[in-house]
C-alpha cells in the first residue's frame, strides 16, 4: 500500500532551490532556540535603580521599580460632596 498517493517530478535545479530554503529554514529556527534573549527597557529618572528588582517565574517577567525619594510626590486636593 502506498501512502502517498502520486509525487509531483521536479528538475534538479528546482528541488536544489528548495533545498538550500529548507536549509536556511532550519539555521533560523535553531538560532531562534539558541538560549540568549535580552531587551532594554528604559526606566523613568524618578525610579531609584538601585531599588529595581526583576525575577522570571513560569513564563512571567515581573519588573519592580520603587520611587526615589528625591522625586516629589504630587498630591491633588479632592472635594468630597457637593
Given at each position: 500500500?502506498?501512502?502517498?498517493?502520486?509525487?509531483?517530478?521536479?528538475?534538479?535545479?528546482?528541488?536544489?532551490?528548495n533545498?538550500?530554503?529548507?536549509?536556511?529554514?532550519?539555521?533560523?529556527?535553531?538560532?531562534?532556540?539558541?538560549?540568549?534573549?535580552?531587551?532594554?527597557?528604559?526606566?523613568?529618572?524618578?525610579?531609584?535603580?538601585?531599588?529595581?528588582?526583576?525575577?522570571?517565574?513560569?513564563?512571567?517577567?515581573?519588573?519592580?521599580?520603587?520611587k526615589?525619594?528625591?522625586?516629589?510626590?504630587?498630591?491633588?486636593?479632592?472635594?468630597?460632596?457637593?
Amino acid at each position: 500500500m502506498n501512502l502517498i498517493p502520486f509525487r509531483t517530478k521536479r528538475t534538479s535545479g528546482i528541488e536544489a532551490s528548495n533545498m538550500a530554503t529548507l536549509a536556511d529554514f532550519r539555521n533560523e529556527m535553531n538560532r531562534l532556540f539558541e538560549g540568549f534573549f535580552s531587551r532594554p527597557i528604559p526606566l523613568p529618572e524618578a525610579v531609584d535603580l538601585s531599588q529595581v528588582t526583576a525575577r522570571y517565574d513560569k513564563d512571567v517577567l515581573t519588573v519592580e521599580l520603587t520611587k526615589s525619594p528625591t522625586a516629589a510626590s504630587r498630591k491633588v486636593p479632592m472635594q468630597i460632596g457637593g
